[in-house]
């Protein structure tokens, strides 16, 4: 059975993964901060048990994010699938009230959190015959398309972007791939009720491309339905 490790699992598009990824046939390691109070991740794990088994993480913390891969690593020895989508998204940031703490909450979380899940899953992802990450962008983060003046969030995702292109190049030999994905946008508490994507839907193409994919295209940033996107 493939197995998967996600962020961010308790609601919006990383609840709809492990939605989707629990009729593909995978066994599901589900990050996120407080398991206990994850009610819809809870109660897919009590329908799914064996295969959905929640994992506490905070990707800012690095003791945090050792603390799940040791959890993960006594259940299973080899992650086949990475997923970081854990993802914040500060609104009204102009220059004039510009804060570095958010500006650096949001990297962390957003850019370099991902990086530090990788570090210390690595591992496990090289016990993996073909392991692959998908780290979860946005098209807000690409700079040719600069679609809106979201100083934090754009810029933490151009830097994830940056981050995981390098990854790719690093791990490439160990033949493992790494790409960015934008998820479309999609109907969650960041996404908002205007959006025309359900989560289930971002999902299924996460999940489809995710399977697809091939260590030729590692380092490139794709949409949802697989297409190229943009840098
Ligand atoms: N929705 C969209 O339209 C859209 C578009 C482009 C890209 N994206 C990206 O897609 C990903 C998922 O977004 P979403 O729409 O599902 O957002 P969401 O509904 O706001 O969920 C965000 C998730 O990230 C988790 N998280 C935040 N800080 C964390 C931390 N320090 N450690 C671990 N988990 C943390 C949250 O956990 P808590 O519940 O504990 O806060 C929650 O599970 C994000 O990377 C986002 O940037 C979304």
Redesign the pocket.
Known sequence: MKTLFL??????????IVNEAVKRGYAIFA????PQ??ADLQRLASENPDRVIPIA?????AA?IERARDDVRKATGAIDLLI??????PHGERIENLDPETML?TF???AV?PMIVVQKFLPLLRASQQAKILN?????GSISLHMSNHYS?NSS?AALNMLTRILASELRPAGILAVVV???????????TA?P?R?SE?AQGILTLAQRLTLAESGEFFTWEGRKHPW
Do not use: E
């Open positions: 962020t961010g699992a308790n609601r919006g598009i990383g609840l709809a990050g996120c901060r407080h109070k994850a993480i905070d990707v800012t913390d945090s970081n989508n854990a993802g914040v998204f909450h962390h979380v957003n959190g979860i962008t946005s098209q807000l969030y995702k934008h998820p479309g946008w999609v109907q969650t508490d960041m996404g908002g959006a994507l989560p971002s």
